[in-house]
């Protein structure tokens, strides 16, 4: 039942995952205990889905709990405490709060670079999540710092054509972009372009975000002609991992 209402949630039937999600985790507290680790786990899964129904308040709500009995039941370190803790501070920036996202993030990238080491894709994709929370507060240098650290360690364990290499090098280019470094920000959209039609397909979405993208930035350095020839109606989009 949990299985499937993470399928459907990868489908995109957000409110299907949700009312399977809910059910299998009334029956997991009755049959298993409100404490039990595949309880934990379903309640967390419910929390990522009232997330993608943008049901942000109550997603922290449950976060909140998850985290609580998490570390009461599994530690602070365990994996599926990391988890819950990464899935709140997203919760939070989601609604704003992003100075308390930020420490949550913090806290959490720390641990698992002592759990799981510094290069593990958990702990390289919750640097990328502390590099957007950095970005939402206009703190564009230590995103770019963060973003440069991540792209480099990406590129050594999964390879420069790795779709989440390539999710680093777009927001990378997003950061110079954010800065006016637009001549850094095009060359590096032009190179993610170029890797993204052949790994992921000319259709998809992250390949023409990065169409809109480079568009954008030839726009911003008064090149219209090459703005309008890679995207007409460009706009700039960023994306984060979980």
């Known amino acids: 039942m949990q299985n499937l209402a993470i399928v459907q949630r990868s489908a995109g ?11 299998c985790l009334d029956k997991m507290k009755i049959v298993l205990g409100e404490n039990h680790p595949d309880t934990l786990d379903s309640m967390q899964g419910l929390a990522v889905t009232l997330s993608r129904q943008e049901k942000f308040s109550e997603a922290e709500k449950l976060n909140k709990e998850c985290l609580d009995r998490s ?8 994996y599926h405490t990391l988890a819950t803790m990464m899935s709140l501070a997203i919760s939070l920036t989601q609604q704003g709060k992003h100075s308390a996202a930020e420490a949550l993030c913090k806290q959490c990238l720390d641990k698992r670079k002592k759990v799981l ?5 958990d702990t390289l994709n919750t640097m990328q999540n502390l590099a957007c929370i ?7 240098k230590l995103s770019e710092v963060l973003r440069k650290q991540c ?13 989440d290499t390539l ?10 972009a954010d800065q006016g470094k637009y001549k850094d920000a095009e060359v590096l959209y032009k190179q993610c372009l170029a890797k993204m039609k052949i790994v992921l397909g000319e259709n998809h979405p992250r390949t023409i975000g990065t169409k809109e993208n480079l568009a954008s930035t030839y726009a911003d ?3 219209f002609s090459e703005a309008d020839a890679v995207h007409p109606g460009w706009r ?7």
Not at 167 to 176: G, I, R, S, V
Not at 236 to 242: H, K, L, M, T
């Open 167 to 176: 999710t680093t090098m777009h927001n990378l280019a997003a950061t110079y």
């Open 151 to 163: 792209f480099d360690a990406m590129k050594e364990v999964l390879g420069d054509n790795h779709p």
């Open 221 to 223: 350095q008064g090149k």
């Open 117 to 121: 080491g510094e290069n593990h894709r």
């Open 13 to 23: 039937k957000y409110s299907e995952a949700a009312d399977l999600n809910r059910e």
């Open 236 to 242: 700039r989009s960023v994306w984060s991992e979980v």
């Open 71 to 78: 570390i009461a039941v599994l530690g602070e370190n365990h």
């Open 134 to 140: 950095y970005s939402d507060q206009r703190k564009f």
